[in-house]
């Protein structure tokens, strides 16, 4: 029995490692046998039920799989241009918020991210309460070097409306990387920082 435990034990390692090439070649062959007319279908579905959002990503992900079809190249063609569009009457409806979580599928898109961008953040500046624009603007990455000026442009905007707290201290010393001596930012953390102060000392008192 010691003997037969002995060699089952030395087997072990051989056998798991004959189940994990199998795995690897399972994914592989899943891959293989993706069905890009069905896929594309499910797509289109997405689609026509004004799930804009999902259809786009469904689309490119499709066109990266698979450059060479003609149909799925055209689709995902146009959903871009439809999720654009989409954007662009969530801002025009005032429902900035929602646009801009569409924004970010397309932040990346140098056709269409800037004037997205620009339209977004001028209703934004007007509509929004500043902590969600400057809630928005700090989870954002911009791609190009254009655009991340313009963020910083636009936090600038808003920034003196912002409440005092560490967090918009933190922003605004951040900011000021990028705008060095911006006057909007300088007088914001003025006001911020002797705030605090003020605020300290009366919990001392």
Known sequence: MKELTRCLLQFTPLVQTDFEIDDERQ???TEHDRDPSAELREAQSKFRA???DVAYLEAQSLAKAF???PSISAFASATRKSLNAHCKALIKSGE????WHIFLHLSDDTEFAPALFDSWTDAAVIDLPATSV??????????DSDTEKRKWLTL???FEQLPSNEKNIELGFYALRHLPGNKSILDGLDHMINQSQRTAQSEII
Do not use: H, N, V, W
């Open 50 to 52: 004004r799930q804009f």
């Open 96 to 99: 900035l918020e929602k646009a």
């Open 27 to 29: 994914a592989q062959m």
């Open 156 to 158: 600038a905007r808003i």
């Open 67 to 69: 450059p060479d079809i």
């Open 134 to 143: 400057a809630q928005c603007l700090d989870g954002f990455t911009p791609s």
